[in-house]
């Protein structure tokens, strides 16, 4: 049975930093690619960033430069590194894992909620 358990969520200030983990069992993890994404109030869920199982990543274009995914395949946990965050990032972000591309993905976190005050 797939387990996928998210942390790191909160509230912080405009220009601060959080780092959400998604740490995930019940199946082979370095194989798959493992993505971020998030949902504001009203609006639709939006992919973040992906990352394969070779390293390489892929971002939303409005967090280019701000956030970094990375995935420690021993700990089978993906990271999200939010830098410089703004008021707009406000959202719940979910973990998205065992992945086929980066956006089609067969499990999601329960979600982690994510504040920017301004």
């Known amino acids: 049975q797939v387990q996928l358990v998210e942390s790191g969520g909160g509230l912080v200030q405009a220009g601060g930093s959080l780092r959400l983990s998604c740490a995930a069992s019940?199946?082979?993890?370095?194989?798959?690619?493992m993505g971020w994404f998030r949902q504001a109030p009203g609006k639709e869920r939006e992919f973040v960033a992906g990352i394969n199982w070779s390293g390489a990543s892929t971002y939303y274009d409005s967090v280019k430069g701000r956030f970094t995914i990375s995935r420690d395949n021993a700990k089978n946990t993906v990271y999200l590194q939010m830098n410089s965050l703004k008021p707009e990032d406000t959202a719940v972000y979910y973990c998205?894992?065992?992945?086929?591309?980066?956006?089609?993905?067969?499990?999601w976190g329960q979600g982690t909620q994510v504040t920017v005050s301004s």
């Open positions: 019940g199946r082979t993890f370095s194989t798959y690619v």
């Open positions: 998205a894992a065992y992945g086929s591309s980066w956006i089609e993905y067969d499990y």
